[in-house]
């Protein structure tokens, strides 16, 4: 035991005593590391290559060249040495090199194999593109839920003649009545309709056969930014100047009454008329990338021989409902009696002149910006007013009417990425209409009964005498409103704010009766100058009101697919008079009631509307075909509309005008009867 104890510890020593040794002879000089790093299948890799020096951690850092090698030189060598090599894709490597010898060039080639790939959980990210507000209207892209057309189809559906009619345009779409006034819808009276020009108010009824526009017909909207209306809304739109092409269009219309056909009564009647029309349009760059313009202009005349009581023949009376030979009795009477049926400034045939105008101009230089100024104007002198195979050419007189109209645009896009828009837009309207009888007398009325016409016995009215006296009526209308448009999730929402504000003034003067109306039971009487009534208005102040109407809306359309879309909103709606009628106390005291009251009224009209396409056909309303016959659509088929909602005539001038004058007070209208 004590033998085995003494020889471990010797070699103790001599181990102890080996290294000291090694230490105190240790060679510092240079050493280089350098070798060669690959793949598994031998190709190059560069890679970076550390390398740490022992025992003092010192470190030096290289790469590898496209050859895959690299050298690395110590210039206080140790002989002690730790490489790690590491590259994208690869697992890396490290390993101890140690001087063997008296070698001061250390060799240390490295294979790479490549990384194991991980596979992650999909991450799904789903943005949508922010989308630019647009408020432009077009036949593809109808309102959710609302029942409108947009004019198309063949051209001569409407006459040359009445091209450009607002009313005759009308009248080509399938849910609309034309009556003698106006377009109706399920029955509406044209105080419920509304014409507007770019969606503000137009007091003109024509617009120029060659001005290039679209017309569209709305009965109901869900769209609570539109509203004044609840019959028929005629809008045309009137667009900017083209800024690619200059567009010239041109039309001259000859109507000879040789050409025209019509039946026996037509002819009796005096229905053909014969005249000539000319329109000319024109629209594109005025001025360089600065000024566009889309202009027209219309002239027409036209003339007709329409029967009086004095040239009409046997049919026209016996389609009156009287016989020719009453006729002829009354009327060798009312000459000698020196009663004039005509005179020397009564026409022999009835003339029609217009001149319409409708122009837009542009500021183009910001294409961010919308700068318009859009005018129109219209002027008609219509001749023999009234004539008729019951009324004597005296009776009749001309209409002349004034029409003139401007609407400034400005718009703007703003806010984050300049995608919200906010339009304002200012419009100035006024129509005046001014009748002037041919002769300026007394207006006599002749009850004649015919009993042989049918099975029953006609009691039939003959006017004699003179029109009633000169009277002018103007109308003016000064609007303004404010539209906000912005889209959230592309546009899968859609909102639209309005601020709205309206004007309306109405001035009615001359007495309608102020040279008195005659009224005879029969000829005989007539004969014996025995009235059995007379009537006359003895005084008539001016008529006159103003009316204002405000509303401000909030509407969202929500379009999942353009399959299906839904839109909802509210409108406010305030209104009333600028002034009240005056009080009559006599009135009120025998009658207990209040006189001199104008309210104002304020209304909240909801509405909501949807459209679902159950046609999934990818050209669906998609595409327009326009040629020598005219504009075709490609309306969406297959669809299902619906909605319910409120919808308000605007308040009138008129409803104030005719209280105001009809107080009962001595400074009001007086009749004589």
């Not at 019959?231 to 219309?253: A, E």
């Amino acid at each position: 035991m004590l033998s085995r104890c003494a020889t471990t510890l010797s070699a103790g020593l001599i181990f102890s005593c080996a290294f000291a040794r090694s230490a105190i002879g240790q060679d510092n000089s240079p050493d280089v590391i350098r070798g060669k790093v690959t793949d598994d299948s031998s190709r190059a890799i560069v890679a970076t290559v550390v390398v740490t020096r022992g025992p003092d951690r010192a470190t030096q850092q290289s790469a590898s060249d496209s050859s895959g090698n690299y050298r690395v030189r110590f210039e206080l060598g140790t002989g002690d040495y730790l490489v790690y090599v590491t590259a994208t894709g690869f697992v890396p490597a490290r390993r101890r090199v140690q001087r063997q010898g008296d070698e001061h060039e250390l060799l240390a080639n490295f294979v790479l194999h490549p990384a194991p790939v991980v596979s992650l959980d999909a991450v799904r990210i789903e943005a949508r593109k922010p989308v630019r507000a647009n408020i432009d209207v077009h036949p593809q892209q109808p309102e959710p839920g609302s029942s409108e057309t947009w004019q198309n189809g063949v051209s001569g559906q409407v006459p040359p003649t009445t091209a450009g009619d607002l009313n005759a345009v009308a009248g080509t779409m399938s849910n609309v009545t034309v009556t003698g006034v106006a377009p109706s819808i399920l029955g509406s009276g044209s105080e419920s309709n509304l014409n507007t020009l770019n969606g503000t108010g137009m007091s003109a009824n024509a617009i120029p056969r060659a001005a290039h526009t679209e017309t569209r017909v709305t009965g109901a909207t869900y769209d609570v930014t539109r509203g004044g209306f609840s019959g028929v809304n005629v809008d045309v739109q009137l667009q900017p100047g083209d800024r690619r092409y200059q567009r010239r269009d041109g039309y001259l219309t000859f109507d000879p009454r040789m050409l025209q056909f019509t039946d026996a009564t037509g002819r009796s009647a005096g229905a053909p008329s014969g005249g000539a029309r000319g329109s000319f349009g024109a629209n594109g760059e005025l001025i360089r990338q600065a000024l566009t313009y889309n202009v027209a202009v219309d002239l027409a005349k036209s003339l007709s021989d329409p029967s009086t009581l004095l040239n009409a023949n046997e049919n026209a009376l016996l389609t009156a409902g009287i016989e020719p030979d009453s006729v002829a009795r009354l009327l060798s009477f009312a000459t000698p009696m020196g009663l004039p049926l005509g005179g020397n400034n009564v026409p022999n045939n009835r003339v029609h002149d217009a001149v319409t105008w409708l122009g837009r101009f542009d500021d183009t230089r910001d294409t961010l910006q919308t700068r318009a100024l859009t005018t129109y104007a219209g002027f008609t002198r219509d001749g023999a007013v009234g004539f008729g195979p019951l009324a004597a050419p005296s009776t009749a007189s001309e209409m002349r009417q004034r029409n003139l109209g401007a609407q400034l645009t400005f718009g703007a896009f703003i806010g984050p990425g300049r995608r919200t828009l906010n339009e304002t837009r200012v419009a100035l309207s006024g129509v005046r209409t001014t009748t002037s009888p041919y002769q300026s007398l007394p207006g006599a009325t002749v009850l004649v009964r015919s009993d042989n016409l049918g099975n029953g016995t006609d009691v039939t009215s003959l006017s004699l005498g003179g029109g009633s006296l000169p009277s002018v009526e103007s109308r003016w209308t000064l609007e303004a409103g404010n539209l906000t448009a912005w889209n959230a999730h592309g546009r899968t929402h859609r909102f639209r704010g309005l601020l709205w504000g309206r004007l309306d003034g109405l001035r009615e003067e001359g007495l309608s009766n102020g040279l008195g109306t005659y009224t005879f039971s029969s000829i005989d009487e007539f004969v014996a100058r025995r009235a059995s009534t007379f009537s006359r208005t003895l005084t008539e102040p001016p008529r006159d009101g103003k009316v204002w109407n405000l509303a401000t809306a909030l509407a969202h359309t929500f379009g999942a697919t353009r399959y299906f879309n839904v839109q909802y909103g509210a409108r406010v709606e305030v209104d009333g008079f600028a002034s009240s009628p005056a009080r009559n106390p006599a009135l009120e005291q025998a009658l207990g009631v209040r006189t001199g009251v104008a309210p104002s009224r304020v209304h909240v009209s909801p509405r909501v509307g949807f459209t679902f396409t159950y046609n999934r056909d990818k050209d669906n309303g998609q595409g327009t075909m326009q040629n020598q016959t005219g504009r075709y659509y490609r309306y969406m088929s297959g669809t299902l509309r619906g909605g319910i909602g409120e919808f308000r005539d605007l308040l009138r001038p008129n409803i104030l005008a005719d209280a105001s004058a009809a107080t009962g007070l001595n400074n009001g209208s007086t009749f004589l009867n």
